[in-house]
């Protein structure tokens, strides 16, 4: 009976791993640590199982709660990199290039010219403003005609032969 017991709270526990925030992925990792170390640490200890969960179980979540969270934010920074390459290199995604229906040629846009600026840490009355960095659009995307892509491609073609 224990052992279905231990299997059901594991099984349940480790449903809980797919979270969204770091809030909940670190009480994820808890969790899973808790059960996991509980269960390992009664399992090993032969004198005294009780306080063998009991010590398993902290060491578990403790354990649990700080690698989940370093493996969230090792997710966030890389999810927010691949972002941030692919909003500036659409061009390389195909992302603007709606199609004319009559002869199928794609027609495109130019990247717009982005640069970003610093904004230092500021107190405004009675807020603190973190210093971060902004974006700012300084010439607009334009539209290229389907056949202007594609003698583009052939030239660029043509030097990546040489």
Known sequence: ?????????????SLLVS????????????????????AICS????????????????????IGGIASYYIDQGLSSRDEEVRRKTLFNLDK??????MNGIDGNYHGLTMP??????????VEGKKLVEGHKIW?????????????????SKRRKKKSEK
């Not at 979270?19 to 509980?38: D, E, H, L, N, P």
């Open 136 to 152: 700012i659009i300084t010439e607009d995307a334009q539209w290229i005609p389907g056949n202007e892509i594609k003698a583009k």
């Open 43 to 62: 399992g090993v200890s032969h004198k005294n199982r009780q306080k063998g969960a009991i010590v398993g179980a902290l060491s578990g979540a403790l």
């Open 113 to 122: 010219a982005v640069e970003s600026e610093w904004v230092p840490t500021k």
């Open 93 to 98: 995604f195909n992302v603007s290039a709606p």
């Open 19 to 38: 979270c969204a925030s770091t809030k909940k992925s670190i009480w994820s990792g808890i969790g899973i640590g808790a059960v996991s170390g509980g």
């Open 1 to 13: 009976m224990d052992k279905k017991v231990f299997i059901s709270i594991l099984f349940s526990t």
